[in-house]
């Protein structure tokens, strides 16, 4: 079992920047894929960022290339998401997730909450 932990959420300007963090822990092997989602009300859960850590393949949903940057630091298990250039509409829940190579959603953590205000 995988527990994830993020932190960093909070509240920034528009184009302001923010940055989370996600760290893992429990079996590697249920950590090979970490990344990133956000879920607004009404719409559907969306890929913001992933990375395999092995080999640092990364994967941007359309709306953050460009402003967001997926990182790890595999001595903490530790992944990261830099927000720059935030958007009122970057406003929402973020939540880490972790899986094997080919499911990156088997496990989420609990969320933190990332609000841009003009």
């Known amino acids: 079992q995988v527990q994830l932990v993020e932190s960093g959420g909070g509240s920034a300007q528009v184009g302001g920047s923010l940055r989370l963090s996600c760290s893992a822990s429990?079996?590697?092997?249920?950590?090979?894929?970490m990344g990133w989602y956000r879920h607004v009300p009404g719409k559907e859960r969306e890929a913001v960022a992933t990375i395999i850590r092995s080999r640092g393949t990364t994967f941007y949903g359309d709306s953050v290339k460009g402003r967001f940057t997926i990182s790890q630091d595999n001595t903490k298990n530790t992944v990261y998401l830099q927000m720059n250039s935030l958007k009122p509409e970057d406003t929402t829940m973020y939540y880490c997730a972790a899986g094997p190579t080919s499911y990156c959603r088997a496990y989420w953590g609990q969320g933190t909450q990332v609000t841009v205000s003009s």
């Open positions: 429990g079996p590697t092997s249920s950590s090979y894929c």
